[in-house]
Nanobody
């Protein structure tokens, strides 16, 4: 079992920054990631970081968002800069806990936080 608790959401003006945190506890994981869901839209993958430090991002946030992890603190971060109104969404952190990390896929994320609201105003 993995417990994930997000924090850092809030309301900012366009062009501003926020840093989301996700404190994790429990089982080891193959990777962690961030997803978001805007009103009227399906949940969207944002970014993933694997245990070896490899990072990936959806195109719309490349150059603006940075995913990182602090292994000593078991904490995942998402630094969000140059925020746009279209970034408004509930942001979720997630963990992929599977037997063999080699076979990790987007469907491998099986533990989820409760979400934190990010609102970007113009």
């Amino acid at each position: 079992q993995v417990r994930l608790v997000e924090s850092g959401g809030g309301s900012v003006q366009a062009g501003g920054s926020l840093k989301l945190s996700c404190a994790a506890s429990g089982s080891s994981w193959c990777g962690m990631g961030w997803f978001r869901q805007a009103p009227g839209k399906e949940r969207q993958w944002v970014s993933t970081i694997t245990t070896d430090g490899t990072t990936t991002y959806t195109d719309s946030v490349k150059g603006r968002f940075t995913i990182s992890q602090d292994n000593a603190k078991n904490t995942l971060y998402l630094q969000m800069n140059s925020l746009k109104t279209e970034d408004t969404a509930v942001y979720y952190c997630a963990a992929a806990v599977i037997w063999n990390c080699f076979y990790m896929t987007p469907k491998s994320f099986n533990y989820w936080g409760q979400g934190t609201q990010v609102t970007v105003s113009s």
